[in-house]
Every structure is written in structure tokens, then in C-alpha cells.
């Protein structure tokens, strides 16, 4: 965590309002307006962190309290941001794009101010975006690529804004691949090539293609609904009204299964059935179809028509029919007390009450084990063995593969989503994956077909740590 000089800074901030915005923001002009003063004020608290946007929340957005440990540390992993451009202004409104610090990362910031002074933040919203064609990096060719690469991860490791391993290839083959960093910080062992990391949401890459499998063997209906596969499900109008596709694509309204329930039951939850008896009962958050909404639930649902159509469990599933066909010998998602050879700890500063100090295992957070939604482990040569399965179409016919991995929905982040597989243009590049994250874990696999090129980036340590990794290879990878 950033440390400040809380009068100081504060004293800083409360002058930021008085100062013109142009003067504040360098070469971008913010208008003279309550919401371009307010904003102004708001990015450069952002920007120190720390003590400074607690007490600048408390002032000026009270009502962002219950969220303000978030806000401290998305403060601390971005590095604060740099103002790019103002795309809509008025007086009590203001819409404006930035750029984290310490990556690619662009995002819209949206602030709407009470119309009387002393002008308080009523609304906020930020949403993650792709980079503006404006603001794109240069396309690099692959030597400077990795040249570029070898010295970004270089200075990173050193101040633990990367811990893992990271993997490019070209056409199949491997042109860059290296680790970083430690696998264990008490015994001192480093991370390799060989090291299992915990993946997270990653594994809704393999249910939704054991979904797809049992689809194209003609045991399951993409469109029929939940109830036609789970026959007693405790809500009748969920089973009912959410179909499979629906739930492959986030637009079930089955909403998600971390909070204060899973907390509590953590340790308890050891079959995806489990799961159902503890939140089985709950109704739908919208109407199934609505609108685009991430759901780990519905995998978690996914993976249960699989054990009823299939008859094996989830994992013997997958196990059989995606990590074995595809030469994935190092993934898989066993109890978290069962001996795992190279499996990294995962370290955070994600504490209960806010930031921690220095980094913590991860260990009070893990579920018993990782589910059809999340939580299993892999390597980065086992992500491009499955990248390769696929496009070879050892795991799905070509079909399939398509219907897979095509878009069918577009999400509020400006990109789209498949079945299980997001849909990504990076600096004109499409690409098709699925990252992973949570305290201690961050991941990433993006498969661009007509580039030729398969990115994968694994971490054992607090998100975006890989995803700012493999965001920085995909903007750059050489033109077409």
C-alpha cells in the first residue's frame, strides 16, 4: 500500500479545487464546470491513495463508504491513472477516459455531481474499455516484441508486480517462455515453467467445451432449459425459464455464489450439489435473457447438468475428456489439503477489512476445491496444449469449435462473449479466452487465430498482475 502525508496530501487535494482543471490535468483541458472540478479533485486523490481518498471519498462521496477499502486498493494496483481525453461534459456531469499507470488498461470514468454546492458526488461508474484507435501502441515486430517484453517483466518481478510464468507462441511453437518470481516466498522456491498456479474463472473454458461435447454427441439441447437436465432443482422458476445457453452466456440473471453465504459455509461446499442445497432455493436477478450479467453460479449449474448427463462427476469428466485428449497433464482441480506436486502459494494484500501491509497466503480464501466456475490449477505449456487441442479440433468438430468460441453477446466492457470464451480485439487483433482472478491468483489464455499467436500469462499473486502481461503482448503483437 502507498503510504502518504495524510495533512499534506489532504491540504493538496482541497487546492486541486480551486486550481483551473486545465492546470491540474496537464495538456487535457477539463472544463470549468462543478463536474469537471469535482472530477479533477477525485483523480488526484485517486491518484495518491492511501489516507488522501479515504478522507476525499468521506468529504465528497459519502454515500461510497461501504466501497471505499475497493476503491484504496484499485488505487494501489493501477498505480493511480493518467487523463486521457473528455468525451462528454455538462455541468453536473462528466465522462471522461483514462489510462492505469501501470499498463494498457484504458477505462471510462463517468461522475454525476449534485446541481448545489458544495457539488458532491452522487453517481460514479467505471468500465473497463479497449484502448482508443488513438491512443493504440505501436505494432512491434516479434524480436522487438520480446525484446520489449524481456524488459518489462524484468523491473516488475524485482517489485512484485509480476510473480509467475508467461508463455507467447507463434503457429504452435513457443518464442517466448519464461518465469518469474517466487513459488513458495518461505522456502524460497522460484517459480518455472513447470508450475501449477491456480487459475480461477479459467475453468469455464473447460466446461463450456464439455458442455458443447455432450451437445454435439446429441445428449443435451443448447436451448432447453435447466430443469429438462437437473430435474429437482429446488426453484422451479429458475429450472424453468433459464436455458443452457443462457447460463453458458452470462444471461440467465443466476447471479453469483461468493459473499458472506460462501464465506461462511466455505469449507462445508464440496460437491457442485452442495452448492445447489446452499443456494438452490434463491430466485433469478432478472429476467433470464435481459441483459448480460457474470455469473459463476451458472457454471457452477453447468457443471451439475454435466455429472446428471454425463453420470461421471465434473471432474472425472473433464478430466477424461479435455485435460487427457489435449495432453493437459498438470491440470485439474483436487481439494486444496490433497498433496499437489509444484503448486505455487498464492499471495495477497486483499485483506477482510482493506489493504494489507506486505503479502499473505491466500489460504483462508481457497475453497475446499476449484468448480465447474473456478478455482482449479495449470501451467502455462498445458494452456497452449489446450489452445492447440482446440484449434486442431481434437476436442470439439470444427462446428462446434465455432459455436463455441463465436460471440453472442456483448458486455458492458466493449467486448463480447462466447460460449465460456471471451471475445477480444486488441490493437485491431481478434482474440478469443478467458482470464481468472481472485486474492493470491490471476491468469489469462488468449488464443488470436489469424494472428497465428497464443498468449498465456499465470500468476501467483493479486490480479492484474497477468493480465496487464498478456494486455501488453496482444497490443503489440505485429501487424497483419
Known amino acids: 500500500m502507498l503510504k502518504h502525508q495524510q495533512r499534506l496530501r489532504l491540504t493538496l487535494v482541497c487546492f486541486v479545487l480551486l486550481l483551473s482543471p486545465a492546470l491540474a490535468q496537464g495538456q487535457v483541458q477539463v472544463p470549468d464546470t462543478p463536474a469537471g472540478k469535482q472530477f479533477s479533485a477525485w483523480l488526484s486523490a485517486f491518484n495518491q491513495g492511501g489516507d488522501t481518498l479515504g478522507q476525499y471519498l468521506k468529504n465528497h462521496f459519502p454515500s461510497r463508504g461501504e466501497r471505499a477499502s475497493m476503491d484504496l486498493e484499485f488505487s494501489q494496483r493501477t498505480g493511480g491513472f493518467n487523463l486521457r481525453?473528455?468525451?462528454?461534459?455538462?455541468?453536473?456531469?462528466?465522462?471522461?477516459?483514462?489510462?492505469?499507470?501501470?499498463?494498457?488498461?484504458?477505462?471510462?470514468?463517468?461522475?454525476?455531481?449534485?446541481?448545489?454546492?458544495?457539488?458532491?458526488?452522487?453517481?460514479?461508474?467505471?468500465?473497463?474499455?479497449?484502448?482508443?484507435?488513438?491512443?493504440?501502441?505501436?505494432?512491434?515486430?516479434?524480436?522487438?516484441?520480446?525484446?520489449?517484453?524481456?524488459?518489462?517483466?524484468?523491473?516488475?518481478?524485482?517489485?512484485?508486480s509480476f510473480s509467475g510464468a508467461v508463455l507467447v507462441a507463434k503457429d504452435g511453437k513457443p518464442v517466448f517462455a519464461e518465469a518469474y518470481?517466487?513459488?513458495?516466498?518461505?522456502?524460497?522456491?522460484?517459480?518455472?515453467?513447470?508450475?501449477?498456479?491456480?487459475?480461477g474463472s479459467m475453468n469455464k473454458m473447460f466446461t463450456a467445451v464439455a458442455i458443447l461435447q455432450l451437445a454435439q454427441a446429441g445428449k443435451l439441447d443448447l436451448n432447453a432449459h435447466l430443469g429438462k437436465y437437473l430435474t429437482h432443482y429446488p426453484n422451479q422458476d429458475v429450472a424453468s425459464k433459464v436455458t443452457i445457453h443462457q447460463l453458458l452466456t452470462h444471461t440467465g440473471g443466476t447471479g453469483d455464489f461468493f459473499g458472506p453465504e460462501f464465506d461462511k459455509h466455505r469449507k462445508e461446499l464440496r460437491t457442485l450439489n452442495d452448492y445447489m442445497v446452499l443456494f438452490g432455493s434463491r430466485g433469478l436477478a432478472f429476467e433470464p435473457g435481459a441483459k448480460w450479467e457474470y455469473s459463476n453460479y451458472g457454471y457452477l449449474l453447468l457443471g451439475a447438468v454435466i455429472e446428471a448427463v454425463s453420470g461421471q462427476t465434473y471432474y472425472d469428466y473433464v478430466r477424461e475428456h479435455i485435460y487427457l485428449p489435449a495432453g493437459m497433464s498438470a491440470t485439474g482441480s483436487e481439494p486444496e489439503?490433497?498433496?499437489?506436486?509444484l503448486l505455487a502459494v498464492g499471495y495477497t494484500k486483499h485483506g477482510p477489512k482493506g489493504p494489507l501491509a506486505d503479502w499473505t497466503p491466500n489460504t483462508d480464501t481457497l475453497p475446499y476445491r476449484g468448480t465447474s466456475a473456478g478455482g482449479g490449477y495449470?501451467?502455462?505449456?498445458?494452456?497452449?496444449?489446450?489452445?492447440?487441442?482446440?484449434?486442431?479440433?481434437?476436442?470439439?468438430?470444427?462446428?462446434?469449435?465455432?459455436?463455441?468460441?463465436?460471440?453472442?453477446?456483448?458486455?458492458?466492457t466493449g467486448s463480447s462473449y462466447g460460449y465460456g470464451f471471451g471475445q477480444h480485439t486488441f490493437n485491431g487483433t481478434r482474440c478469443f479466452g478467458h482470464n481468472g482472478g481472485a486474492p493470491g491468483m490471476n491468469g489469462d489464455l488468449e488464443i488470436c487465430p489469424a494472428a497465428g499467436y497464443v498468449v498465456t500469462a499465470l500468476a501467483n499473486i493479486d490480479p492484474p498482475a497477468a493480465d496487464r502481461i498478456s494486455q501488453f503482448v496482444l497490443n503489440r503483437l505485429p501487424a497483419k
Open 378 to 412: 495449470s501451467t502455462v505449456d498445458d494452456l497452449l496444449s489446450f489452445a492447440q487441442a482446440l484449434q486442431q479440433n481434437k476436442l470439439l468438430n470444427a462446428k462446434f469449435t465455432d459455436l463455441l468460441t463465436s460471440a453472442k453477446v456483448d458486455t458492458p
Open 181 to 199: 518470481g517466487l513459488a513458495d516466498r518461505d522456502k524460497k522456491t522460484p517459480n518455472t515453467l513447470k508450475t501449477r498456479f491456480h487459475i
Open 337 to 341: 489439503d490433497a498433496p499437489i506436486p
Open 85 to 160: 481525453k473528455i468525451e462528454e461534459s455538462s455541468v453536473t456531469k462528466i465522462a471522461a477516459v483514462v489510462q492505469e499507470r501501470a499498463g494498457d488498461q484504458y477505462a471510462r470514468i463517468t461522475l454525476e455531481v449534485a446541481p448545489e454546492a458544495p457539488y458532491n458526488i452522487v453517481h460514479f461508474q467505471g468500465v473497463p474499455i479497449p484502448a482508443p484507435a488513438d491512443f493504440a501502441p505501436p505494432h512491434l515486430t516479434e524480436q522487438q516484441l520480446i525484446s520489449e517484453l524481456r524488459k518489462k517483466l524484468a523491473t516488475p518481478s524485482g517489485s512484485d
